[in-house]
């Protein structure tokens, strides 16, 4: 078959301008290596040298083509010497023939089949057959799809766009598509027509939500500029920021479940395998999991491949097996692996911080769904791709956020994010600068800030010069957890313990974790963490987020700074407050300088939320909302319901259940009781104590028993002898909430833990002046920290 020989060498000439400027980005690649998840990182290798091997194919079958080209030309001219009038008809067929018709990036138009229901829409029609055919390409073209020449997307900007019959296949790529260049797949590739291309770029441009998209003319493949379009909106952090909370409020740790242990890769396949099916698609955080797990699970794949071009069909049997997974299941094993790769296509050299970005719903004006991603081609994946670069710092930023968010939830790192403490305006009026700003990490103060301050008063008894840091020690001083006098056991403190959450109304507060469920996360008097922030003089705020630092080295304990951790400090200043805290504040020196440490006062399980006492007066202007003030609170309206004499109501039928839902979960403030019946209080303290410990953890002695009193004040003087015995106050709550009555201070745990003190004499006042059965105990807890610190 002879064709027009020009215009192959016209199309020759971008695919050798594709290769060079591929070749520019691998060398540049080598040279300053974005930064990449490990898992990633590697198969980022493996596509820098599939490039390379695909180029030199390339280029090997550019100058093949070129010498046929030659022959052909050569013939040509031989034939038209011999026989001018068939030579020439011979020539004109063959450029009419509609059959000999290849996407730009020579690749058989059959593919474009599918590209065009993308471009059409989202087709909701899923053609098992088309999927299936789809997953052999991509799994062919795998290795393959960063180096296609991006550039050929562009239409405008000097690039040259090619359209035509023309073949730029390569010999090589064309046999691996199953067909040969002299006799290509009889299917016609079809462009996106410009009025319906027109109306959605119209769509996408008056959109509130769009980003600088001007530049999106520049392609003409419809779904590479939808995609584009939905990643370059403010939706994009909306979602992120959705992403975030939907994550802290997440019950499912990922973690375990996609952290496979073992070392050979069809183990970790299948791993990732069993966690694509884990969630179901429901929220966004459940479709970004499913994403990611089909990523990793391709990516694994690919390392069982080991080089081959196709997949071992040995491989998903092996994989297959590990699940103990019928053969029935081949084919949804199959679907995922060609999903993961379609993924890895996308995310190209963004890296999957890319998934993210992505929609998760079709929402306007992009539409773009799960399905959609699924069915792009390479054609406008490349196109995407060279759509994108157009904003590279703001993808960069935006991927940046994706790969943090995926470190919180596949490696356990806790990241707090910039939108979770900052009041957000709407998110439509602000910048792109703002935006992005809302996706930056925290960063954390690894130590206490501090800057002298002009008028910060030496604190009284101050022996030092001054102005200094006052939390420095002399260096004879001892660190109180080692007893030596230099050491690192600030840098010794459990690591990545934790997880932060959100605590329903109460805020975002902290959750021990330990290494597995079931487990331990910290012993009795284990020190957690450091409370770290702002080291400012003292009586500077009083918004709640500053903590008053006294130094007990100093005659008297003067409060010589105020650790403020609104605006800087650490995860320690999450931890919420409790009545009933498994935590406290404890100021202890600590390798050379004095710091606010938390320590448990209890052994700390796993999924425990940590908490201590903020101390007295804290919420006094608001409500405490820890689960014994709530208990309290839920027991108080049960007596309530239980005293309302109107005889039962019979239901409107007409009433929605949410509606009688909401009425109930209101607050109610306590009733003024002159007595409490015990066993009432008991019988509701049970259904209200704090996180299970596992049950063999269980201190029946420490069982609670919730008691809300009306206290005359003189009573309680009464009841308060010198004796040592020790009532958990917080299980007994003084309802007058005046502070008439105090130990000395050292009697406190640092910080408000209000372990008060009572006689022993008290279970006997209780019953005396309220005919009131208190069950209390001796405070071993209290006793045994005096003893040992
Ligand atoms: C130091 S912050 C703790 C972290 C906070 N929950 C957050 O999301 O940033 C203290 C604030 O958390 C909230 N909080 C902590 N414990 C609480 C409790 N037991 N009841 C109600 N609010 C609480 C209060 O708003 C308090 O001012």
Redesign the pocket.
């Known amino acids: 078959m002879i064709r027009e020989a020009p215009f192959e060498v016209d199309a020759l000439i971008p695919k050798v301008e594709g290769i060079l400027s591929r070749l520019k980005k691998i060398k540049d690649e080598i040279q300053q290596p974005r930064l990449r998840s490990a898992a990633y990182r590697k198969t980022t290798r493996s596509h820098a040298s599939f490039n390379l091997e695909t180029i030199s194919q390339t280029l090997h079958g550019i100058v093949q083509e070129a010498q046929r080209l030659q022959a052909e030309l050569e013939a040509r001219a031989v034939q038209a010497s011999q026989n001018p009038v068939s030579a020439q008809g011979s020539t004109t067929t063959v450029l009419k023939n509609p059959e000999i018709f290849y996407s730009e990036e020579g690749h058989i138009a059959h593919e474009d089949a599918q590209g065009e229901n993308t471009q059409n829409g989202d087709s909701a029609e899923d053609d098992e057959n088309a999927r299936n055919k789809n997953t052999q390409n991509d799994e062919n073209s795998f290795r393959n799809h960063v180096s296609q020449k991006p550039n050929q997307a562009l239409s405008g900007g000097g690039q040259r766009r090619i359209r035509s019959s023309c073949s730029n296949v390569t010999p090589t790529a064309a046999k691996r598509k199953g067909a040969s260049i002299l006799n290509p797949r009889p299917k016609k590739r079809r462009s996106t027509c410009s009025s319906e291309l027109n109306e959605w770029i119209k769509k996408i441009q008056t959109s509130d939500w769009s980003l600088g998209l001007v530049f999106i003319q520049k392609s003409d493949r419809l779904a590479s500029i939808r995609l584009t379009a939905a990643i370059l909106s403010k939706k994009t952090i909306e979602r992120c920021i959705t992403l975030i909370s939907a994550w802290r409020s997440s019950k499912v740790l990922p973690t375990d479940a996609f952290r496979p242990t073992t070392n050979d890769c069809i183990g970790r396949a299948a791993a990732f395998a069993r966690s694509a099916q884990l969630y179901e698609a429901n929220t966004g955080l459940d479709i970004l999991l499913v994403r990611l797990a089909e990523l990793n699970f391709a990516l694994e794949m690919n390392e069982a491949r080991a080089g081959a071009i196709r997949t071992n069909k040995r491989h998903i049997d092996d994989v297959l097996n590990r699940l103990q997974w019928q053969q029935t299941k081949r084919k949804a094993l199959e679907m995922r692996l060609a999903n993961g790769r379609k993924w890895l296509k996308i995310c190209g050299e963004f890296g999957p911080g890319l998934l993210c970005l992505i929609p998760f719903t079709s929402e306007e004006p992009c539409c773009i769904s799960q399905d959609f991603c699924y069915k792009l081609v390479e054609d406008d994946i490349d196109a995407f791709h060279v759509l994108v670069e157009e904003k590279r710092q703001f993808i960069d930023r935006l991927c940046k956020f994706g790969t943090l968010m995926q470190d919180m939830l596949l490696n356990d790192q806790n990241i707090e994010f910039q939108c ?2 900052s009041q957000l305006s709407p998110l439509i009026r602000c910048t792109e600068d703002d935006l992005l700003s809302f996706l930056e990490p925290v960063q954390y103060l690894e130590t206490n800030f501090y800057e002298p301050v002009d008028g910060w008063l030496k604190p009284r008894n101050w022996q030092w010069d001054w102005p200094i840091d006052p939390t420095l020690t002399p260096p004879d001083y001892k660190c109180d957890l080692c007893q030596a006098t230099q050491c690192n056991c600030i840098s010794n403190l459990p690591k990545n313990c934790y997880r932060i959450i ?2 329903g ?5 902290i959750q021990a974790r330990a290494s597995s469920q079931g487990r331990l996360a910290f012993r009795k008097y284990e020190y957690i963490g450091e409370l770290t922030g702002e080291l400012v003089p003292p009586e500077t705020h009083n ?3 500053a903590l008053d630092f006294h130094r007990p080295d100093i005659i008297d304990e003067p409060v010589v700074c105020q650790v403020y ?1 609104e605006k800087k400090g650490n995860w320690v ?7 009933k805290p498994c935590a406290r504040f404890v100021i202890k020196v600590v390798s050379g300088k004095v710091r606010v440490m938390l320590q448990a006062i209890q052994d700390i399980w796993n999924g425990q939320e940590l ?1 201590a006492n ?1 101390g007295r007066g ?2 006094e202007t ?5 689960e014994i ?1 709530e208990a309290r609170a839920q027991s108080n309206q049960a007596i309530i319901d239980s005293s309302i004499l109107s005889p039962p109501e019979v239901q409107d039928p007409n009433t929605r259940d949410d509606e009688q839902q909401s009425s109930a979960s209101h607050r109610y403030p306590t009733p003024p009781q002159d007595k409490i019946n015990s066993t009432q209080s008991r019988a509701t303290s049970e259904s209200v104590t704090a996180p299970a410990p596992p049950p063999t953890e269980i201190n029946q002695s420490e069982a609670s028993y919730e008691v809300s009193l009306e206290v005359p004040q003189t009573s309680l003087e009464r009841g308060v002898t010198e004796t040592r015995d020790q009532i958990r106050m917080n299980q007994i709550r003084m309802k007058d909430g005046k502070d008439t009555w105090a130990p000395k201070r050292s009697e406190y745990s640092e910080f408000g833990g209000e372990r008060e003190g009572a006689s022993p004499s008290m279970q006997s006042f209780m019953r005396e002046c309220f005919d009131l059965d208190v069950q209390y105990y001796h405070n071993e807890d209290y006793e045994e920290l005096e003893d040992v610190h």
């Open positions: 979770e403490s959100q605590y109304t109460k805020g975002r507060g918004n709640g987020m951790c200043r999450l931890v919420n407050h409790s009545c908490t903020y804290y919420f608001k409500d405490c909302l820890c003030c």
